[in-house]
Nanobody, 126 residues
């Protein structure tokens, strides 16, 4: 499957953006679509996943309460609504597909990502 991410841009602190990730092929129900991000000089960070089967959302503590992930299976699209953005949210955001993921100690991890979309840049600055 190919993943296409869109929706990045520049926003002031406290602002909002919505990212979209559209899959070119079918994603079976046992998979999830998620988002990772990588800020300059930092390691890549998993921030959210959603189960394609039942829509259950998962969040890293760093974004919980501010970001909301959702899916539209008919459109093969997963959305990431990002509110209350802060400068530390500045990063390149990537959508991914995986069968397994977990949140441990507030950190979201996945070891079997089989597809990465191209990144979309989010810049939060005044």
């Amino acid at each position: 499957v190919q993943l296409q991410a869109s929706g990045g841009g520049s926003v002031q602190p406290g602002g909002s953006l919505r990212l979209a990730c559209t899959a070119s092929g079918r994603t079976p129900g046992g998979y999830g679509i998620g988002w990772f991000r990588q800020a300059p000089g930092k390691e890549r960070e998993g921030i959210s996943f959603i189960s394609i089967r039942d829509g259950s959302p998962y969040y890293a503590d760093s974004v919980k309460g501010r970001f909301t992930i959702s899916r539209d299976n008919a459109k093969k699209t997963v959305y990431l609504q990002m509110n209350s953005l802060q400068p530390e949210d500045t990063a390149v955001y990537y959508c991914v597909r995986a069968q397994y993921w977990r949140v441990v100690g507030g950190i979201l991890r996945s070891d079997d990502i089989d597809s990465w979309g191209q990144g979309t840049l989010v810049t939060v600055s005044s």
